[in-house]
């Protein structure tokens, strides 16, 4: 399966956005998704998972209450609505896939990667 993400911007600080990942392939095989961010000069880290087959979601305590994962498992995507954006929200924004099952109870590595959408929040 091949994650591809869209609808990163500059926005401004208090501002909402919506991210998107489509997958291409097979999707009887994704067992959740997820969204990364890397900031310049940081590790990439966990915002966001959903499980996919009953939706189950994960939040990153920087994010709970302003972000959330959704997934459309007839149109092969999954959404990230953000809410009163930060500047400390600034990063690269990752969608990747689980087809092990093991991602939404352990830390385990994805799959499946996309190549990223730049979210800039301006103060």
């Known amino acids: 399966v091949q994650p591809v993400e869209s609808g990163g911007q500059l926005v401004f600080a208090g501002d909402s956005l919506r991210l998107s990942c489509v997958v291409s392939?097979?999707?009887?095989?994704?067992?959740?998704m997820a969204w990364f961010r890397q900031a310049p000069g940081k590790e990439r880290e966990l915002v966001a998972k959903?499980?996919?087959?009953?939706?189950?979601?994960f939040y990153a305590d920087s994010v709970k209450g302003r972000f959330t994962i959704s997934r459309d498992s007839a149109k092969k995507s999954m959404n990230l609505q953000m809410d009163t954006l930060k500047p400390e929200d600034t990063a690269v924004y990752y969608c990747?896939?689980?087809?092990?099952?093991?991602?939404?109870?352990?830390?385990?590595?994805?799959?499946?990667w996309g190549q990223g959408t730049q979210v800039t929040v301006s103060s």
């Open positions: 990747a896939v689980d087809e092990t099952g093991l991602a939404m109870k352990y830390d385990v590595p994805f799959a499946s």
């Open positions: 392939g097979r999707a009887s095989s994704i067992e959740a």
């Open positions: 959903i499980n996919w087959s009953d939706g189950e979601s």
